[in-house]
């Protein structure tokens, strides 16, 4: 079993920053994909940004590359979402989440665990 724990959310305007973490705990010697992903109501969970930390491999989704960057401490187990450059339409509850895995798993439904979210707003 994997925990994780997400903070950094919060309110900012556009063009602004914020940077989001995630804390792992748990079974954390094993090896997994994490990543973020973002959910506003009535649309699907889709994935923002992943990391495989094992070889460094990345994923970003068209809508954040260049303006979002995914880094991982395996010291300290802490998953970090750095977000610059923010508009409105990156408003949503934004979700940490792993997938036990020996390569890089970009799809919501394949990971197998979950925090329980952060919320981002961007006003314009």
């Known amino acids: 079993q994997l925990q994780l724990v997400e903070s950094g959310g919060g309110s900012v305007q556009a063009g602004g920053s914020l940077r989001l973490s995630c804390v792992a705990s748990?079974?954390?010697?094993?090896?997994?994909?994490m990543g973020w992903f973002r959910q506003t109501t009535g649309k699907e969970r889709e994935g923002v940004a992943v990391?495989?930390?094992?070889?460094?491999?990345?994923f970003y989704a068209d809508s954040v590359r260049g303006r979002f960057a995914i880094s991982h401490d395996k010291n300290t187990n802490t998953l970090t979402l750095q977000m610059n450059d923010l508009k409105p339409e990156d408003t949503a509850m934004y979700y940490c989440?792993?997938?036990?895995?020996?390569?890089?798993?970009?799809?919501?439904?394949?990971?197998?665990?979950w925090g329980k979210g952060t919320l981002v707003t961007i006003s314009s």
């Open positions: 748990g079974n954390t010697g094993f090896t997994y994909s």
């Open positions: 989440a792993a997938a036990l895995t020996t390569g890089l798993v970009v799809r919501a439904k394949d990971m197998s665990y």
């Open positions: 990391i495989y930390p094992d070889d460094g491999s990345t």
